[in-house]
């Protein structure tokens, strides 16, 4: 049976990515390492369209949340917190247990936090050292405007700019030197397409800077050891790096690069919108009202008749793995994610199973038709 990983990460990787990491094992201390790493950061470069750092660690992406924390809040700070759902709290909660303290603001599940709230709130909070905002909230399937957002607050008064874009990266765009970001956390299994295990973290000059003048708490999530190993004349790391796993990354970036990060992106785009109008069609109710905050790269829907339990179960026996909803939205929502690299057959076999498994009257196919048009852009 052809299997479909319909999961928000890991997700099926391309078949590049799969032989890279095959690899034999070289040394993490020799020239040849140095160079894989060095050729790894010269492709994101690319994708963020930046010459900042990337440093690269052994975690998932709750990690690279966790070393952003550490390394830039204290005992005493003050951040705001901007979440529209689970991974926003989440992100909230890693950096209260520096001992910073959160001004929260929280916002409806299916819905963003908007550039004058977040205007408002800095103008009640000048002193605030961070403003953390989740870019895709992959609980709920929204993509935050963070480029307008962060557009919206004075340029002189910014705090740190701390985004995850564990779920964003790699599928859509996320520019962190054009729009303003200072600290852009993210992992290899989404929208990079890489097993998972490897957190990555973009940081902006001003957070080099800031880096610089103060000390970290974490030994193994130092930021500046991972920086200082980082140089022209050889890219290391302090510890043991999972090294099979940047033969993946490199592969992956090389996929994305190759046809052209923005086409890439486009891609992504039109294969939601394609695909949430057919599950519309077939009388699936989605999550997210507002056209322009659905996610490129995962699709949040109920079943009809408060079905999606059930509907889950039943394309999981297909081959069909979803997941499911979290916090309040659990048991309520399937979330479908389609980071892969996936045409028009791939999404045909998946709406064909979604049809059948809520029992939808399959005779009218205009469901098919409509997602073939949006997605071949027509
Ligand atoms: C998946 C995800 C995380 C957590 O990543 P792990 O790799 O599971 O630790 C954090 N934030 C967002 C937005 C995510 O989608």
């Not at 950061?41 to 900042?52: C, D, G, H, N, V």
């Not at 901007?82 to 603001?105: D, K, M, N, Q």
């Not at 949430?276 to 659905?294: I, Q, S």
């Not at 690299?341 to 045909?348: A, P, V």
Request: hydrophobic share 45%; glycine share 8%; charged share 20%.
């Amino acid at each position: 049976m052809k299997k479909y990983l319909l999961t928000p990460g890991p997700v099926q990787l391309p078949k590049e990515v799969l032989g890279a990491g095959s690899a034999q094992m070289i040394s993490h201390r020799c020239e040849e390492f140095s160079s894989l790493f060095k050729g790894i950061s010269a492709k994101l470069r690319l994708l963020f369209e930046s010459e900042s750092p990337v440093v690269i660690l052994p975690s998932s992406g709750t990690g690279a949340l966790e070393c952003a924390a550490v390394n830039f809040l204290r005992p005493g700070d003050e951040f705001i917190s901007l979440s529209c759902g689970v991974f926003g709290e989440r992100f909230r909660e890693i950096a209260s247990r520096t001992g910073a303290r959160a001004v929260s603001a929280d916002f409806t599940a299916g819905e963003a936090p908007d550039a004058e709230s977040a205007a408002a709130l800095l103008r009640e909070h000048p002193e605030a050292r961070a403003i953390l905002i989740t870019h895709n909230e992959t609980s709920t399937g929204v993509t935050v405007p963070l480029k307008d957002i962060i557009a919206a607050l004075p340029a002189a008064k910014r705090p740190l700019i701390m985004a995850d874009g564990v779920s964003s990266v790699g599928a859509m765009e996320a520019l962190p030197e054009k729009w303003g970001i200072d600290v852009l956390c993210t992992a290899s299994q989404k929208g990079l397409m890489t097993p998972p295990g490897l957190g990555l973290i973009w940081l902006s000059p001003r957070a080099l800077a800031e880096l610089d003048k103060r000390g970290c708490p974490s030994y193994y999530f130092d930021l500046k050891l991972h920086l200082a190993q980082m140089t022209e004349k050889s890219y290391a790391n302090p510890y043991t790096p999972p090294v099979s796993l940047y033969y993946s990354l490199d592969a992956a970036l090389e996929v994305i690069l190759a046809k052209g990060s923005r086409d890439w992106f486009a891609k992504r785009r039109r294969w939601a919108s394609a695909f949430a109008a057919a599950v519309e069609l077939l009388g699936c109710e989605l999550l997210v009202k507002d056209k322009a905050l659905r996610s490129a790269g995962v699709t949040a829907f109920s079943a009809p008749a408060g079905g999606s339990e059930a509907t889950r179960k039943i394309l999981s026996a297909l081959g069909f793995e979803t997941a499911g909803g979290q916090g309040a939205l659990k048991g309520k929502i399937i979330r479908a994610a389609h980071y892969s690299d996936w045409g028009w057959d791939e999404m045909n076999d998946i709406l064909t199973a979604i049809a059948s498994s809520i029992d939808a009257d399959t005779k009218d196919d205009s469901y098919l038709k409509t997602a073939q048009q949006i997605f071949n852009g027509n």
